[in-house]
């Protein structure tokens, strides 16, 4: 059970009420998380996304014990979250983007320290581990300024070193790269990369940054309205991206090729851009009919963005591309 995160039937409900009038008021039941299921093994790197709303947080927070579920059951390293807090503490790390677990006016330092007491590291160890995390997400010239003066992707590099100080076996990130700057957020994942590599720790991460998923975490959970409506790899909902381009740059400028199979076309000078669907026409094909129409120098085949991909997921649902 080591590393492995549980959710069975997993729900959560919160009560709202609502005025009617002077005196009285409604009260409607909001299906915050809606009897999710899924496993995660040891070691897996795994996406959660989801559009504003769905329940991400709300997941995470009942994954980490903050929240007690509503109905289902959850296990994270064997233990219950809700009923075992203090326990799962000691072996998850927890990333919050908007929420700080660093002392704002103390040296970014002290915190470290403070928090070996809190977690009860063995001396050795934290040295160990506080050696490497400093030396990797590049924090040595930090350590004696207060949280307060640091930059946001500095403290953010910060949050992961607090968090990861007492080897967790399963780490929880919740927005962790947000408002960073590019290079920034690419030591932040470089860094999350070679901690699962190396140490084999458990993985899940919410953001609403795709491009970052797709880079880090073969396989993704896709959440709407409460409910998991894809568990796979990113791989599968690549090919929901039917929409395909042909780009071609020709000897001369020339209007635009429609050929049979082209739904679109965009042209710019020399290069033309040909929008066509797999399930019609293959690229072979396509390229073969353009080839014969004009003279064409170089070209390209470019698949549907994944970030386009997932709009469409939350627009239509899974139903909607499968049409």
């Not at 967790?168 to 860094?191: H, Q």
């Not at 084999?200 to 959970?221: F, I, K, N, Q, S």
Request: charged fraction near 25%; hydrophobic fraction near 45%.
């Amino acid at each position: 059970m080591n590393g492995t995160i549980l959710a069975d039937g997993l729900s959560k409900h919160f009560s709202r009420h609502r005025r009617a009038g002077l005196l009285r008021r409604w009260r409607t039941t909001v299906r915050a998380v809606d009897g999710i299921t899924f496993r995660v093994e040891p070691g897996e790197m795994v996406g959660y996304i989801g559009p504003n709303g769905a329940g991400k947080s709300t997941t995470v927070k009942m994954l980490t014990g903050i929240l007690f579920p509503s109905g289902g059951t959850a296990r994270v390293a064997g233990l219950d979250p809700a009923r075992q807090r203090v326990a799962l503490a000691r072996r998850i790390g927890v990333v919050f983007g908007q929420r700080r677990q660093l002392w704002w006016d103390l040296p970014l330092g002290t915190s470290f320290e403070l928090l070996r007491h809190v977690y009860r590291v063995p001396e050795p160890r934290f040295r160990a581990n506080l050696a490497t995390f400093v030396e990797l997400l590049e924090l040595g010239p930090f350590l004696d300024t207060p949280v307060r003066q640091l930059s946001l992707g500095q403290v953010m590099r910060g949050e992961l070193t607090a968090a990861l100080l007492h080897d967790p076996e399963v780490v929880f990130l919740d927005e962790p790269t947000i408002g960073l700057d590019v290079e920034s957020k690419a030591r932040a994942l470089d860094f999350l990369s070679a901690l699962n590599r190396e140490r084999g720790t458990t993985v899940m991460m919410t953001t609403h940054d795709v491009a970052d998923l797709e880079r880090m975490c073969p396989r993704m959970l896709i959440i709407d309205s409460g409910r998991l409506i894809f568990d796979g790899p990113v791989a599968d909902i690549k090919r929901f991206g039917v929409e395909r381009t042909l780009v071609v740059d020709l000897e001369a400028p020339r209007p635009a090729l429609w050929v049979e199979g082209v739904d679109d076309v965009r042209v710019d000078g020399r290069r033309q851009w040909l929008q066509f669907r797999r399930d019609q026409v293959s690229a072979p094909d396509l390229i073969a009919r353009v080839a014969s129409a004009a003279a064409v120098v170089d070209l390209t085949v470019e698949e549907t963005p994944i970030e386009e991909i997932i709009r469409r997921i939350y627009r239509e649902g899974m139903e909607g591309l499968t049409a």
